[in-house]
């Protein structure tokens, strides 16, 4: 189904990947040995380290001036290279002019000589010598606070360090410099103080803020450090997204996006010197006094998100609480981990929420454009007033199938919006399949590594063009599918592969009358002729492989009968007569009609009176009944062979009886007429006899009258006295009564009141048609 | 009556067709009804697996989805039982996992992405749905009512009996086993009344089908041999049986040895000879009635009588004889503890420690089937009045699941099946006879006087009921009985068997649900916050759920196939630390986990468990490990201040009670499980600390320190530490060594 419908599909599929503007951000090689031109001084110099949350957050303001002869427009801004990678949403801009945007920054691989690595940042303007140009330089740099001491007691005051230079690294000389510190409270118990650096006291203190400087650093060559440490209290989680994988799916069938956000978490505060005590965590949280410990994350959700879900590994976390939004307000998801995330602590989870999409997309220029703009927050993630640093962030839009041209863009303010220039993203399409996709949905994956939260607000935009063939394709290959299924079953069905019927030599089809309940009597049963029989049972059918159920019967009465008043055999003789006329029979009987089918023949030699019934719950009764349901079951016939035309009985009633409980079963006899002459079989339809009994058919019926074997079989019953047993067995003795009465319990009292009741129809020697009613 | 248009509708062909598709719809909504009722769980907690043993079966699937099925055929463990290990591929029924890996497969064909652990969640509620189709095929092959099999899918798909195994989460065994029960049986039925290869190698392929599943593919295995045994006693050997049973036991024999954990036992051991026997006994009476045919009376007489003494005699004396060289194993212990249902207490306590091993009480039938239970003996006398061969299957399965599910709790669920069967039998018998609007004594009237003629036997016997009153009555009184049987089912389903087990939930004050999720709480920690390979030592109830959800090492599980190495943990557990402590450091255990209802009154905790623990480890250490011990000289059991020594300075005691008293003010603690007042004092742990303690102190988790630095003992180590001056200790006795014993 998938081959057919892919292959169908492929032929009407645009082009997935035209015109994209994906990036794969590269890094400059830079030649070993490497050092910047000394084109530029720097000669203001104001850092600003914010180290208020959990990670450090710095903006950098310097006044450049080109000292060189020719106009410059590369800015070399070093790092060390092991804190290189940390450095997050790095941006420059022009201080006086933030809203013309930030500048073009490249990264370059680390020198090798000095193990530096630089941004480079290409001023919009070459820069005329002698002229001025003020940058405003901010980033934030992941994972620079260690705790210090590294283990506490669980209810203890936590303590981060943050080492750095004095002099703000640069690569070009700084004229004069300073650095003002922001700690999150008042208690910094220990600082460095320098000497000789500058007059008066270093750092000055104001409150919770601390500068160092301003320095007169002229002299100072580029790269001198001067190592700094301060240890301030920090009673909040450190945490640390290692990983977060966001997805986006973007539906316009359901009208829905869902998100989707995936958090491997880690406290990288303090970890706990002695075991978790709950005792103690449940007084902390009784007083509900600062911790180090993760207690609850706040994740405001954006007005109309709805189902939210917060799982993890092992299911639901119950603790989780959903404050829906109310009007244009935005919810409030609190979730609660299973456990407080203490430092060195791991938590992962995933929450999810779906959204409408209509307040997120839009058809771009005509309502006729097959051209869609998506504008979706880059991350959200949980709002902590000490913040969050993720080390990498995947961000995964899953657009529509047949989405193509997709383009994205992020959204600059004149703020830093917390994020890397564009151009430093990896971003990669790739096709996603899900939900009876044929072709996959388009899929825009951005990668980021090293965020803060201060990206909660930043916007993604991707374009892309979707058209009514492209919605059309699921329903059409839904469709597809189903009637693919249908023509399979369709054409299973019609293969045949049953093994066919042997044909049975020497047998003609069976007349078949059924009786069926409800049938009026005297609609005309012709069933050569009928054709919506509904009964009409298909002996050719496979299961009747085994042929015909063939049960060989002879009988003979050890009563004392009124021929033989005085006769006495041991029935024992009796049944290795009966036997051996049986042989007899089976024999002639395949001399006529050959092996019939492969099912074994049975054997069954009966003592009973000519006339008295078979009573369905005798030995006999059960052995017939259980042939005919052996018919019944496997789906043929069943054929009684009778030594004689009295062979089991000449009683109309057990016929009838029989006729009636297996009337779907097609019965007939064979009578070995061979006390007449010439022995031969006649086939009797055992259905036709019961149906004329029953005055549902006439003698001269063509059915009846067209089969001479049954006809013959009726009259033979007709002539012979029925239910008269009582009037040849005038001597009953009490035993025999007993016998009897055991014998056919049920039908004991129908003999006497049948005796009793209304002048019998006269139908001894009476060759006379019964009339049908 | 005009005739409607409805008429055309419920008349002729198309009224065929037309009840046809009713009863198509009727068995979608049962099967819906089936499902749904099952759903509890899933909607008031959430797609969770349930309980104990669905951890390991879930987790065994997410090895065969990640893996593949050969690596998961050939799967060693190393991960429980540590540091045996265990051969998990070869010592498992593969059928459920393998069933949730093909649905999951070809999902996945489908690009439908549905994550494994809702299949898994589903899977039983799935089967349910088709275990009441399947319960309409074995009842109406038994009754010629329409109205009994739909009566029994009915009853199959909302029976708290049957629920109770399978609700959704209880990604056990059972919940497909059932149904491949019922089915298996229907296809016996089948094969019986056609005598057709064709439906008896579907018998043996479903057979087949059932080994793989559950352990309990035993009960077919007995129950068909029974069931051709007994029909032979009773002279109705026909070819019909022969083909059937000769094609079932033939394929489905071979079928059942493909998996790996059966094997050869079907040939060797002795829960499987009655199958054997009755296949060899089946081929003598066809023997015989095949010499039948050719032999006169008297011959055959002598001949059958030395053939029946010879073939009894030889046979009992070669199962005697391998069963005494060892061939043929003998009766498993849990086949001894069916008979014997004080066995399992004295020789094996590591079954009967189960509570689903117990014997059932009595009001659990009437709980688990309601007013069923009282039609059942009614359907199985109406099965006696017809017994024809399908109908002395069901005779022998009522009374033999009868006598099973009244020794053991668990094998309810076997009888439910048929108890679904009997009773809807009898059901559908009372409302055929009194559900008929019409009066039956016109219409015999008017045939008696049209039909005159006719024979006496051919007239319809004048049967019916004819009073409004007592027809109304009694429809009345059964609709208020079905009515009864739905709300009861609905109010057991939902108070009794949706309980995930691994979540708990309590109401607060205010009637709002308090989700108590210590259990998953500590597993989490477990699995974030330890190393890979972390050992934990638990009581073996929570190996499994160690194993799936916090994904780490055990000593133990559920799988309790190494009594020895359970007896050590319970030796661990009930001995004083030092004795304990070495026994861990040889195990490699780096946590332990104890299970503690005190706080909460939970009383599924570790101390009530505790005796089962000593029990077992004194089954092994009789000298080391004494039960009278951790009773009071007045046999109590006791946790406060007057328990035993033994008691309070037991592993578990001290894990239970460590650092508990200081959540109350001096000499108030209290446990809530037992309802006693503690001693002043927590016991002190010496060789342990305290690692995490989940919000409600249901589970707690030890570390185990590593030796001391300075090379003394824990105990000092902690004394010094607390600032106690140093008793003089009694003199060294040479080099401190690890107790191996």
Not at chain 1, 603 to 608: A, C, G, V
Request: aromatic content about 12%; hydrophobic content about 40%.
């Amino acid at each position: 189904m998938r081959f057919f419908t892919a292959t169908v599909l492929a032929l009407l599929a645009p082009c997935l990947c035209a015109a994209t503007n994906l990036t794969t951000p590269s890094r400059l090689d830079l030649p070993s040995g490497f050092k910047p031109p000394q084109v530029f001084k720097n000669t203001n110099l104001v850092r600003n380290t914010n180290l208020e949350k959990s990670y450090v957050r710095e903006t950098i303001n310097v006044v450049v001036e080109n000292v060189d002869k020719q106009p410059q427009n590369d800015y070399y801004i070093p790092f060390s290279a092991e804190v290189f990678d940390r450095v997050g949403g790095f941006e420059v801009r022009d201080k006086k002019a933030p809203e013309k945007g930030r500048f073009d920054v490249d990264y370059t691989e680390a020198v090798s000589s000095d193990g530096n690595q630089y941004f480079v940042v290409h001023l919009p303007e070459p820069l005329a010598p002698k002229s001025q140009i003020t940058l405003g330089i901010s980033y934030s740099v992941l994972s620079s606070l260690s705790p210090l001491p590294a283990t506490i007691q669980q209810a203890d005051k936590q303590y981060l360090t943050y080492s750095f230079s004095a002099y703000t690294p640069s690569a070009y000389t700084t004229d004069t410099q300073k650095t003002k510190l922001k700690f999150p409270s008042t208690n910094v118990p220990d600082y460095t103080t320098t000497d000789g650096l500058k007059s008066g006291s270093d750092p000055e203190r104001k409150g919770a803020t601390y500068t160092y400087g301003p320095y007169d650093t002229a002299k100072v060559a580029p790269g001198t450090e001067h190592p700094i440490t301060v240890r301030y209290e920090f009673t909040k989680p450190v945490i640390t997204v290692n990983l977060l994988e966001r997805d986006l799916e973007v539906s316009h069938w359901g009208g829905n996006l869902a998100t989707e956000e995936r958090y491997w978490l880690r406290n990288n505060g303090s970890q706990l010197t002695n075991q978790f005590s709950r005792v103690d965590w449940t007084y902390t949280n009784y007083q509900k006094a600062p911790t180090s410990a993760v207690r609850e994350l706040t994740y405001p959700l954006l007005p109309g998100s709805v189902d939210p879900y917060f799982i993890d590994d092992i299911g639901n976390v119950s603790t989780s609480r959903y404050r829906p939004s109310v009007g244009k307000s935005a919810g409030n998801l609190e979730l609660k981990p299973r456990y407080p995330i203490f430092g060195g602590w791991n938590y992962s989870f995933r929450i999810g929420w779906n959204n409408d999409l209509a307040s997120f997309l839009r058809r771009a220029a005509g309502v006729d454009s097959d051209s869609y703009v998506l504008k979706v927050p880059f991350i959200e993630g949980p709002k902590m007033a000490e913040g969050i640093q993720y080390e990498r962030v995947v961000v995964r839009v899953v657009l529509p199938e047949g989405a193509h041209n997709v383009r994205f863009e992020i959204l600059e303010g004149t703020n830093s919006n917390g994020l890397p220039g564009a151009e430093h993203i990896h971003a990669q399409l790739s096709s996603l399949k899900t939900y009876m996709d044929t072709l996959g949905r388009t899929t825009l994956t951005l990668e980021v590594d090293s965020l803060t939260d201060e990206a909660r607000d930043s916007k993604l935009v991707v374009t892309y063009d979707h058209s009514m063939i492209d919605a059309l394709r699921k329903p059409f290959t839904i469709f597809a599918g189903l009637l693919t299924v249908f023509v399979a079953a369709w054409g299973v069905g019609k293969i045949d592969v049953s093994i066919k019927k042997r044909r049975v030599q020497g047998i003609s089809p069976i007349d078949l009358y059924v009786h069926i309940a409800g049938q009026t009597p005297s609609s005309p049963v012709d069933d050569n002729t009928t054709q919506d029989s509904p009964s009409k049972i298909n002996l050719s059918s496979p299961r009747n492989r085994l042929g015909p159920v063939v049960v060989f019967i002879a009988r003979a009465s050890n009563l004392k009968d009124h021929n033989y008043p005085n006769a006495e055999i041991n029935s024992n003789q009796m049944h290795e007569y009966l036997r051996s006329l049986l042989v007899i029979t089976v024999a002639e009987h395949r001399k006529q009609f050959g092996l019939l089918g492969l099912r074994p023949h049975k054997m069954q030699t009966i003592i009973q009176p000519a006339h008295s019934r078979v009573s369905s719950l005798s030995r006999v009764g059960k052995y017939l009944g259980m042939a005919l349901e052996e018919a019944r079951a496997s789906k043929t016939e069943c054929i009684f062979v009778l030594h004689g035309w009295d062979g089991w009985t000449t009683d109309k009633m057990t016929i009838a009886e029989l006729c009636q409980q297996f009337c779907d079963v097609p019965f007939s006899f064979h009578v070995y007429a061979n006390r007449g002459t010439p022995c031969e079989f006649y086939e009797v339809n055992a259905h036709k006899v019961n149906a004329y009994f029953r005055h549902m058919v006439a003698l001269n019926d063509p059915a009846i009258v067209g089969d001479r074997s049954t006809a013959l079989y009726i009259r033979i019953l007709e002539a012979l006295p029925t239910l008269q047993y009582a009037k040849y067995y005038p001597v009953l003795s009490e035993a025999e009564k007993d016998a009897l009465a055991k014998y056919d319990k049920r039908f004991a009292g129908i003999y006497e009141k049948d005796e009793i009741e209304g002048p019998k129809p006269e139908v001894a020697k009476s060759d006379a048609p019964k009339p049908g009613v | 009556m005009a005739p409607s248009s409805l008429d055309v509708v419920l008349k002729g062909s198309s009224g065929r067709n037309t009840r046809g598709l009713l009863r198509v719809i009727i068995l979608c909504t049962i099967a819906a009804a089936a499902v749904s009722s099952r759903l509890f769980s899933v909607i008031r907690f959430e797609s969770i697996i349930h309980e104990f043993d669905p951890w390991f079966n879930f987790r065994a699937t997410k090895y065969l989805v990640e893996n593949g099925f050969y690596s998961f055929w050939d799967w060693f463990d190393d991960r429980t039982w540590h540091p045996l290990g265990r051969v998990t591929g070869g010592t498992l029924y593969p059928g459920l996992m393998v069933t949730s890996g093909v649905i999951y497969h070809i999902l996945r064909l489908l690009t439908i992405p549905v994550d494994i652990r809702n299949i898994c969640v589903l899977l039983a509620p799935g089967f349910s749905g088709l275990t009441a189709l399947a319960m309409y095929l074995l009842t109406s092959e038994m009754s010629d009512s329409p109205s009994a099999g739909l009566l029994a899918a009915a009853f199959m798909g909302i029976t708290p009996g049957y629920i109770s195994r399978s609700v959704a989460g209880s990604y056990d065994n059972e919940a497909i086993a059932i149904f491949l029960l019922v089915f298996t049986f229907y296809l016996w039925i089948k094969a019986v009344k056609n005598g057709s290869i064709m439906w008896g190698a579907l018998t043996a392929l479903f057979y087949g089908y059932m080994v793989s599943a559950w352990g309990g593919y035993v009960f077919i295995t007995n129950l068909i041999p029974l069931h051709v045994f007994v029909l032979l006693c009773m002279g109705r050997y026909s070819t019909r049986v022969y083909i059937s049973y000769t094609t079932w036991y033939a394929l489905g024999t071979l079928g059942s040895m493909q998996i790996p954990f059966v094997g050869f036992l079907p040939i060797r051991n002795s829960d499987h000879m009655s199958a054997l026997g009755v296949f060899g006994l089946i081929q003598l009476v066809a023997f015989a009635e095949f010499i039948r045919g050719y032999l006169p009376g008297k011959q055959f007489q002598k001949l059958l009588t030395s053939m029946v003494l010879l073939t009894f005699g030889l046979g009992f004396g070669g199962l005697v004889l391998l069963s005494v060289s060892g061939v043929i194993a003998p009766w498993s212990g849990r086949f001894y503890s069916l008979w014997d249902t004080g066995y399992a207490k004295i020789h094996i306590p590591i079954i009967a420690s189960v509570s689903e091993h117990q014997p059932t009480a009595w009001p659990a039938f009437f709980f688990d089937l309601n007013f069923l239970i009282w039609l059942f003996p009614a359907g199985v006398f109406m099965c006696f009045q017809k017994l024809k061969d399908e109908h002395v299957f069901v005779v022998i399965y009522s009374v033999l699941a009868s006598y099973f599910a009244g020794v053991m709790v668990r094998l309810m669920l076997t009888l439910t099946p048929i108890v679904c069967v009997a009773a809807a039998l009898a059901l559908s018998c009372i409302l055929d006879n009194f559900l008929v609007a019409s009066t039956p004594s016109t219409e015999t009237k008017t045939q008696a006087t049209t039909e005159d003629k006719s024979l006496r036997s051919a007239r319809n016997p004048v049967v019916g009921i004819y009073s409004w009153v007592s027809k109304s009555v009694v429809v009345t009184s059964v609709t208020l009985y079905l009515l009864m049987f739905v709300a009861h089912c609905t109010w057991v389903t939902s108070n009794a068997y949706s309980s995930p087990s691994v979540v708990l939930a309590s109401k607060l004050p205010d009637g709002s649900q308090f989700i108590i999720d210590d259990y998953r709480e500590a597993y989490y920690w477990l699995r974030q916050n330890t190393p890979d390979n972390a050992k934990i030592m638990s009581w073996w109830d929570y190996g499994y759920q160690i194993g799936g959800m916090a994904d780490r090492p055990t000593l133990v599980d559920n799988n309790t196939w190494n009594n020895t190495h359970i007896a050590t943990v319970g030796k661990a557990m009930s001995s004083r630390e030092e004795v304990s402590y070495p026994i861990l450091r040889q195990h490699d255990v780096d946590y332990v986990l104890v299970v503690f209802g005190g706080l909460l009154g939970y009383s599924g905790d570790d101390l009530n468990k505790f005796l089962w623990m000593v029990r077992i480890a004194e089954g092994i250490w009789p000298d080391e490990v004494k039960e009278r011990d951790f009773f009071t000289a007045r046999g109590e059991y006791r946790v406060d201040e007057e328990a035993t020594p033994a008691m309070k300075n037991s592993l578990m005691y001290k894990m239970s009670y460590h650092n508990y008293q200081s959540l109350f003010p001096a000499g108030q603690a209290m446990d809530r499980v037992r309802g006693t007042r503690l001693p002043k004092e927590s016991p002190q742990l010496n060789t342990l600390e305290e690692a995490f303690t989940s919000e409600n102190w249901i589970v707690r988790l030890y570390k185990v320190k590593d030796l001391d630095n300075l090379g003394r003992d824990h105990s000092n180590a902690v004394a010094f530490d607390k600032g106690l001056k140093r008793k003089r200790a009694t003199k060294r006795k040479g080099p401190r060594v690890l107790r191996t014993e």
